[in-house]
């Protein structure tokens, strides 16, 4: 079965800071992998994934996230957060494309001004 | 495109009456999602169709949920009866196979009282 796990509930970071929000994934075969965020009272929406090929992607809104097959890891970062950046985000695994997603516990990231 | 589209987004009904949410996938989009959001529990998959079809419910927690998707359009997440531990937020999201991410709807916030 596969499973996420983001090992930090909230970050806080100064504006104009970096981020990195951490997320660890467990699934036999190569992922799918997947950041969303949710702002307060809406839905979510997709930063950036995963298939295959380069394992640095790049999402909207400045966000990028590496690939690390040897440490089962895809770790979201930003080089300077901005203050509409607070939210919560998500990693999520699938099988494949089109599947069944498993969502990590999510971080709620706090921007400081 | 309007995106995927829940109704209502949000409902208060007292514990034993029936709850129906409803969702209308993207156009074209033929894979359908309902997930279910608490603060305890995450982000948990409850259904998962594919072409109109059930394809895996192990996430409906008991015989009260139930789930059907009549065309390519239209999908019903009923609770029958509802208890106040069914309160969460409820998200729809479709999907193209063999392609991309899932797409949120804006959630049905519900409240059992």
């Known amino acids: 079965a596969q499973s996420v796990t983001q090992p930090d509930i909230h970050i806080t970071v100064s504006e104009g800071a970096s981020l990195e929000l951490r997320c660890n994934y467990s699934?036999?075969?190569?992922?799918?992998l997947f950041w969303y965020v949710q702002s307060p009272g809406q839905g979510l929406q997709l930063l950036l994934k995963?298939?295959?090929?380069?394992?640095l992607v790049q999402g909207i809104k400045g966000f990028e996230a590496e690939f690390k097959r040897s440490q089962s890891s895809f770790n979201l970062r930003k080089p300077s957060v901005h203050w509409s950046d607070a939210a919560e985000y998500f990693c999520?695994?699938?099988?494949?494309?089109?599947?069944?997603?498993?969502f990590g516990g999510g971080t709620r990231l706090m921007v400081k001004p | 495109d309007a995106g995927v589209i829940q109704s209502p987004r949000h409902e208060v009904t007292e514990m034993g009456q029936e709850v129906t949410l409803r969702c209308k996938p993207i156009?074209?989009?033929?894979?359908l999602f309902w997930y279910r959001q608490t603060m305890m529990r995450g982000l948990e998959l409850l259904i998962y169709?594919?072409?109109?079809?059930?394809?895996?419910d192990s996430g409906m927690p008991e015989d009260r949920f139930s789930a059907k998707m009549p065309n390519a359009s239209f999908s019903t997440l009923k609770i029958q009866p509802s208890e106040p531990r069914d309160s969460a937020v409820y998200f729809c999201?479709?999907?193209?196979?063999?392609?991309?991410?899932?797409?949120f709807g804006q959630g049905t916030r519900l409240t059992v009282v």
């Open positions: 999201a479709s999907s193209l196979q063999r392609n991309t991410e899932a797409f």
């Open positions: 699934y036999g075969a190569t992922p799918y």
């Open positions: 999520a695994v699938g099988a494949s494309a089109g599947n069944m997603l498993t």
């Open positions: 156009s074209g989009h033929n894979s």
């Open positions: 169709f594919n072409n109109n079809v059930p394809i895996d």
């Open positions: 995963y298939f295959s090929g380069d394992t």
